[in-house]
């Protein structure tokens, strides 16, 4: 007998291969060689073997035995009892999963196809918090109504007493598989039973709190926390605190949505904090202290040094946002020293103004020209 393949040969991956080279690699051969999709004789026998690979290569335990020890410390683990598992996980191969366990199902041994119960939709709570809230975090009581498991039947479905019978059109597999001949060869069509919507289970005398369907709407409250230098538009996703789904079906996700009210003093462009100071011609000129304000405790003093020009900008380090995935960097905070030139003036300052404009040799409007020129 030829040398058995190893199980990083069949999947056409390293030794060193992560659990994402793998998960790749099987889902490239899995659509090459399942048997729906290719009906050279031998892709039944590449299906099994690429598929017993993967169980073992995919379970980080497993792994580590079929390393040590070879098939020998896998054996029995392979891909023989894979019709409960989902290979494919839940995200993003819809209908050929479908296809695969229910080739598992049916041909590996006999094993009834995992019925699918649906999943409850995701929530979106929009949350107000303060300026302050966002860059410093906080926690949030939050309180929203939400479909959750019905209590009397358990989230069954069924009146007490009874319980969910096996669906009698698709017999408890939850799917309606149809074989067709097409000039392309055979193809099968996997849709999901309409009777049982794919449950695989229906009920005949339905709960009367939740009229058979396993979940009625309460108002849950949760304590949220947001983190320390969340954006405007940023969502917390408290996974499973989603609506739970028709007869025990799993619950999705609560999103919480961040809505971040604007500070009175100061703007913000993620970790950076923007201050406007506006100075007098004379401040501008002469130099002056300023108060600052910060988003937590007493304004910071902040020197203005003489001859500061429009839009200046004075820069204090480390007074901005947390970052929100490394806490302990902050950005920094920004001063603009905006010139604010008056526009009335009281007639000693106007005399003062154009006693400087004539000590610089300058040419300026008003009543001391006009005097001049006689007007
Ligand atoms: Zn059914
Ligand atoms: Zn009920």
Not at 63 to 83: E, H, L, T
Not at 194 to 211: F, I, L
């Amino acid at each position: 007998m030829a040398q058995e393949r190893s199980f990083y040969e069949l999947l056409g991956v390293e030794r060193t291969a992560t659990d994402a080279d793998i998960k790749r690699a099987f889902r490239k051969l899995a659509q090459q060689w399942h048997p729906d999709v290719n009906s050279e004789p031998e892709a039944h026998q590449r299906f099994t073997e690429i598929n017993e690979a993967y169980q073992v290569l995919s379970d980080p335990q497993k792994r580590q035995q079929y390393d040590m020890f070879g098939r020998a410390g896998v054996s029995g683990a392979g891909g023989a009892g894979g019709g409960a598992q989902d290979p494919f996980g839940q995200a993003g191969f819809g209908g050929f999963s479908d296809i695969f366990d229910a080739f598992f199902g049916g041909a590996m041994g006999g094993q009834q196809r995992r019925a699918r119960a649906q999943a409850g939709s995701d929530l979106r709570y929009d949350l107000r918090i303060t300026f302050a809230e966002a860059v410093l975090g906080t926690e949030k009581e939050i309180e929203f109504p939400v479909l959750g498991r019905c209590d009397p039947c358990q989230g069954t479905g069924a009146k007490q007493g009874s319980t969910p019978v096996q669906c009698a059109q698709c017999q408890g597999r939850g799917e309606i598989r149809q074989v067709r001949q097409t000039m392309l060869g055979q193809m099968v069509n996997v849709t999901a039973c309409p009777r049982c919507r794919g449950e695989g289970r229906t009920v005949d005398s339905p709960c009367e709190a939740c009229r058979g369907e396993g979940r009625t709407e309460r108002n849950r409250s949760l304590r949220v926390s947001i983190p320390a230098g969340i954006d405007e538009g940023h969502q917390v996703r408290l996974t499973n605190e989603g609506e739970v789904g028709p007869r025990n079906g799993p619950p999705g996700s609560l999103y919480v949505a961040v809505h971040i009210a604007e500070h009175p003093h100061l703007t913000r462009e993620g970790t950076e904090l923007y201050y406007e100071a506006e100075i007098s011609i004379a401040q501008a000129t002469l130099g002056t202290k300023i108060a600052v304000p910060m988003v937590e405790g007493e304004p910071i003093e902040v020197e203005i040094k003489p001859g500061t020009q429009p839009g200046t900008e004075i820069k204090l380090r480390g007074k901005g946002v947390p970052h929100l995935r490394r806490q302990s960097a902050r950005g920094d905070m920004h001063v603009i020293a905006t010139v604010v030139v008056p526009s009335k003036l009281s007639k000693k300052q106007r005399e003062l103004l154009e006693q400087f404009a004539h000590e610089s040799g300058e040419t300026v409007s008003g009543a001391g020209l006009r005097e001049k020129l006689g007007l």
